[in-house]
């Protein structure tokens, strides 16, 4: 059973900063793509940003320059670092990974965590 738990969500005032972390847990192979998802309210799940095995990194052009992703393949967990947020950064964020165990290749996404950019 293959599971992704996030932390690290919050309020905090425009301009400030968050760090999100996921860790993937269960009978794995490998995992090819971990990334961050978006959904804020009445609006569609978007991507955030992604990371390759190899380190490969895409971001969203809002969010470049200021947020970065980041991996640990040995402990098999991704982060994304948070700064200069912005009240529209508020959304429901979204771990996902595409993940190889013994039987299948599958996607998969952690329970979400809200991070808030508010005065």
């Known amino acids: 059973q293959v599971q992704l738990v996030e932390s690290g969500g919050g309020l905090v005032q425009p301009g400030g900063s968050l760090r999100l972390s996921c860790a993937a847990s269960g009978s794995i192979l490998s995992i090819p793509a971990m990334g961050w998802y978006r959904q804020a309210p009445g609006k569609q799940r978007e991507l955030v940003a992604t990371?390759?095995?190899?380190?490969?990194?895409n971001y969203a052009d809002s969010v470049k320059g200021r947020f970065t992703i980041s991996r640990d393949n040995a402990k098999n967990t991704v982060s994304l670092q948070m700064n200069s947020l912005k009240p529209e950064d508020t959304a429901v964020y979204y771990c996902?990974?595409?993940?190889?165990?013994?039987?299948?290749?599958?996607?998969?996404w952690g329970q979400g965590t809200q991070v808030t950019a508010s005065s």
């Open positions: 990371i390759t095995g190899a380190g490969s990194t």
């Open positions: 996902h990974a595409t993940i190889v165990t013994m039987r299948k290749i599958d996607d998969y």
